[in-house]
């Protein structure tokens, strides 16, 4: 019996995806969301940013902006994988919610404007990420834009940012007229027709072949240059396999020394699937990323995502909602059970855990229990704040706070 409910907990651990949005504002972060959410079917009706329905921006001062203040965490499924979308700021004013949001994320996705490239908030929120070791994937935004050039945007990610930009797409059509990508690994064709969301696979365009061969041996060449095992398919064979790439790719992700860099326009519903098969490719599971580190009466400590292990968790967001307060909290060990007591270990105080709830965009979904790398809201605790450990009272842990952050970067 007990094997089974472990088996039940954790075997999905590894179709976790616990991944965040990053990007500067206006980039498209709020519109990714959305898409995101549409597709994996949380919500049936697409938000549109400038009618202010979007169900990442609970909040009416957000909607009034038109950027997110406050991070909402939202889970969705997509092809057996559950991933929980924690929305990070993008702008420099909240930079602690920023710090906090990069705390409990095992990877992101970060959003560039194909017109503008890299711009001075997507540099610091990138370099806080570096600081975090938070893998990413970058994803190539309003490609339908006048003046929207994939190239030049990669290129100020190899300038600005530094990483290999290692890109597996080529657009199809240009501004107005972007209709797909090829995807570079498969020599594959996706196209969206107008005013559809449904993608069509088929063979490359007849006119975009050599141009396909010619991108995808530039990719090869860049991941041999990085990665052992490429390389040495390359010299072998001169040519690097689909299979190699992708477990390189998933490598060089992880180490933060490449990007995969994706393509799309959010906006007309372009790009998101491949951008969500590449999340659960190349991003990591709870299960990957290191122990979380943390102090019991100043002697440190290490716990990994394990069911078995004492609770831990840490508050990484406090809201007041119609539900009550809800106290987002990132299981980083054990399980919590509806009804548990846990301690608040920097205040020294007990609470009650009364519901555990998974918020799906505009819903909640009620849990008896969360695991280790599950990011739910609770219901209960009255005065834990964001920041706060939450863990098993009869083993205190003290998880390390978010680093520091530097000194807000003025916008140019
Ligand atoms: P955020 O500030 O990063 O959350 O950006 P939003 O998602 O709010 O988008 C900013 C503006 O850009 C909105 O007016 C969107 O409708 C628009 N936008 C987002 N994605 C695209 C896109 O792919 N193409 C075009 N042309 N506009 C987009």
């Given at each position: ?247 390189a790719l998933r490598d060089l992700t992880r180490t933060g020394e490449g990007v995969v860099v994706l ?93 555990i709830l998974r918020v799906q965009a505009d819903r909640y979904a009620e849990l008896d229990r969360a ?42």
């Amino acid at each position: 019996m007990r094997t089974d409910l472990n088996r039940h907990l954790t075997s999905p651990l590894t179709a976790v995806r616990n991944l965040g949005i990053l990007a500067h504002v206006d980039a498209g972060k709020t519109t990714v969301t959305e898409r995101i959410l549409y597709l994996t079917g949380t919500t049936h009706k697409r938000g549109e940013v400038h009618n202010g329905t979007t169900v990442t921006d609970f909040d009416p001062q957000e909607r009034d902006r038109g950027i997110t203040i406050f991070a909402a965490a939202v889970s969705c499924a997509w092809d057996g994988h559950r991933i929980n979308l924690i929305d990070t700021p993008g702008h420099v004013d909240f930079s602690d919610e920023v710090e906090r949001s990069l705390r409990v994320l095992d990877g992101a996705i970060a959003v560039f404007d194909a017109v503008a490239g890299v711009e001075p908030q997507s540099e610091s929120v990138w370099r806080r990420a570096d600081r975090h070791g938070v893998p990413r994937i970058a994803f190539v935004n309003k490609l339908d834009r006048a003046g929207a050039d994939l190239d030049t945007a990669v290129e100020s990610i190899r300038e600005r940012l530094h990483p290999a930009p290692l890109v597996v797409q080529l657009p199809i059509g240009t501004e107005d007229g972007f209709s797909g990508v090829v995807d570079l690994l498969r020599m594959r064709s996706l196209v969206w027709a107008d005013g559809s969301d449904t993608v069509e696979e088929g063979p490359v365009p007849e006119g975009l072949r050599e141009e396909a061969h010619r991108r995808r041996r530039l990719l090869e060449e860049a991941v041999a240059e990085l990665h052992p095992v490429a390389l040495e398919e390359f010299c072998d064979r001169s040519t690097v396999s689909a299979a190699t790439l992708t477990s390189a790719l998933r490598d060089l992700t992880r180490t933060g020394e490449g990007v995969v860099v994706l393509c799309g326009s959010a906006y007309r519903n372009r790009g998101i699937e491949p951008l969500l098969e590449a999340v659960v490719a190349y991003l990591p599971s709870p299960l990957d990323v290191p122990a979380v580190r943390g102090t019991d009466s100043g002697a440190a400590q290490e716990r990994l995502a394990d069911s078995e292990a004492p609770f831990a968790g840490l508050v990484f967001k406090v809201n007041a909602t119609a539900t009550g307060r809800l106290t987002y909290v990132r299981v980083y060990s054990g399980t919590i059970d509806k009804g548990e007591a846990v301690l608040d270990v920097g205040a020294r105080r007990t609470e009650r855990i009364s519901r555990i709830l998974r918020v799906q965009a505009d819903r909640y979904a009620e849990l008896d229990r969360a695991v280790a790398g599950d990011i739910v809201a609770l219901v209960g605790p009255k005065s834990a704040r964001a920041g706060a450990t939450l863990c098993a009272p009869a083993a205190p842990l003290l998880l390390e706070p978010p680093v520091v952050a530097d000194p807000v970067v003025s916008v140019a």
